[in-house]
């Protein structure tokens, strides 16, 4: 890969990393009056939308030929349907800083779905301990959280569905890696937001959840913030920096995400940021760091690429995954 085109993929990464972790305080302002999954199912659709309309009006990007529609399809229903939609409903069941927790998961079940490849990529034991250092950090981060939750049939089932979304979100990650399809990426993010926009809003419908909507100024700001920043620009980039860069790198959004909501929590609502929360943030880094160093290069099918495997989650894209846990890091109001 091209120098520049390696700076590229490194400024997407920075945009995952920042705006998915900015997402938290977003998706908690727009839960205020907005049902869940039609606040995902309108946001994706209205993203997906200015985005396709963008690159076929402005830039005149060409569209997928047949079987490449079922592939974005495919892709869009597992990261953001499947994986983010299970996440939205599991945060009724369990709390945030579980679901977080849980969600973190993420890089185990890549590491398995890369096994199964014959050409998949493999994890070395530095970026394995990298990994699970990172885990540790974040098991810190929102242990408050973890105590004081009544084990019920809804808390098994909310630790469950974010399981299967993990594995959805990580399974399509794999897939849309190592089978890129032939149309650019930001169409191809666009597509992927159209259908699970459109999946989440008639999920969205068939529950009955219009009769709960309502806008205020505060829940529609978030809803455009999301639409924008959240999907437009940090799904965008996220699609971009799969197909570029090593999905280990690519992956650590999901440990970095927390660190950058607790330091806006701090910022923005002067949240207290103590010794435990300092000391989670420069583990989780350590991890991170371990992570990317590991980073090396591989031959696949007589191509040389990126290695190591994915720690990709989820929301939106987390921020798709994570974006839906409201807040996913720790609050200490």
């Not at 199912?41 to 569209?63: C, K, N, Q, S, Y």
């Not at 529609?69 to 229903?77: D, E, M, P, S, T």
């Not at 996440?87 to 779905?113: C, D, K, Q, R, Y």
Request: aromatic share 10%; glycine share 10%.
């Amino acid at each position: 890969m091209a120098r520049r085109e390696r700076i590229i993929a490194y400024c997407a990464l920075a945009a995952v990393f920042f705006f998915w972790g900015t997402t938290y305080l977003a998706i908690r302002v727009g839960l205020e009056t907005l049902p869940p999954t039609l606040l995902a199912g309108m946001r994706f659709m209205t993203a997906g939308t200015l985005l396709f309309v963008i690159l076929r009006g402005w830039r005149r990007e060409r569209l997928p030929h047949g079987r490449e529609w079922l592939h974005q399809a495919a892709i869009g229903l597992m990261l953001l349907g499947i994986g983010n939609g299970l996440v939205v409903w599991a945060e009724v069941w369990i709390p945030s800083g579980m679901a977080a927790l849980l969600v973190a998961t993420s890089p185990f079940w890549v590491v398995g779905f890369e096994r199964l490849r014959s050409d998949g990529e493999r994890v070395g034991a530095r970026a394995l301990i990298g990994m699970l250092i990172g885990f540790a950090g974040l098991v810190l981060l929102v242990a408050p959280d973890l105590f004081g939750a009544t084990l019920g049939i809804r808390y098994l089932l909310g630790m469950v569905a974010i399981q299967i979304g993990c594995a959805s979100w990580s399974g399509g990650s794999v897939y849309a890696k190592h089978h890129p399809g032939r149309v650019a990426p930001l169409l191809g993010a666009a597509i992927q937001m159209l259908c699970a926009g459109a999946a989440l809003t008639l999920l969205g419908t068939l529950l009955g959840e219009w009769r709960g909507l309502h806008f205020s100024a505060r829940s529609l700001g978030a809803l455009v913030y999301l639409t924008l920043f959240g999907s437009i620009v940090a799904y965008g980039s996220y699609t971009y920096a799969v197909q570029k860069l090593p999905l280990s790198i690519v992956s650590t959004y999901s440990y970095v995400n927390p660190v950058i909501a607790v330091f806006l929590g701090w910022i923005v609502l002067s949240e207290p940021l103590g010794w435990r929360v300092l000391m989670a943030m420069l583990i989780i880094l350590c991890g991170v760091a371990l992570v990317k160093t590991a980073a090396k290069p591989s031959v696949q099918k007589g191509e040389q690429s990126t290695v190591t495997s994915e720690i990709a989650t989820t929301l939106p894209a987390a921020e798709v995954l994570h974006a839906q846990t409201k807040t996913c890091s720790v609050t200490t109001h």
